[in-house]
């Protein structure tokens, strides 16, 4: 991540990580090294225990600021980047997709991904895949850029990409028409 892309989601992040001074703490963590802890946590996945010795804190506090910090980001970035979806939306990458693969009538791609995790305790097998792993479903749609329009994180690794589809809020929405994606359309040439 380049300088100016960090002070951007920082000049976000700020106002909503205000740092509490009392009289326990001295030197509270200000909001840019909460911002660099998390995100070094999400670039490498290392351990709690290894990201407290590598800042100098204690690794129930680098839970709680990643904790804290994810859900600041999306509660803050997710509604500038990735918004719900319109009918405008689907109808540009719709657009796209004639444009540049020559796929009439496409509105996105649907795909899971499995992520590897521990066993979550009292869980038995709701997180066991068919690959013989713990997994968590990622599911993802995305225009014809590769950008993502919708995701769903959670989903439980015994679960197909159907059923993680058909528990997933889109689904809902869309099953209750409170989504709005463009009419049915005749294939170009026809």
Known sequence: MDY???KYILNLLSPHMATKYTNFVQQPIEPAEKLVITLRYFATGASFRSMSFAFRVGASTVSKIVRETACIMWDVLQPIHMPTPTKE??????????ELWNFPNCIG??????VRIMCPP???TLFFNYKKYYSIVLL?????KYRFLVI????FGKQSDGATFNSSELYHLLKSKKINIPANACLPGN
């Open 89 to 98: 939306t689907f109808v540009q990458a719709s657009s796209e997709f004639q």
């Open 109 to 114: 791609c649907i795909d899971g991904k499995h």
């Open 140 to 144: 993802a749609i995305c225009d014809a």
């Open 152 to 155: 769903d994180v959670g989903g």
């Open 122 to 124: 009292h869980s038995g």
């Open 4 to 6: 100016t892309t960090f």
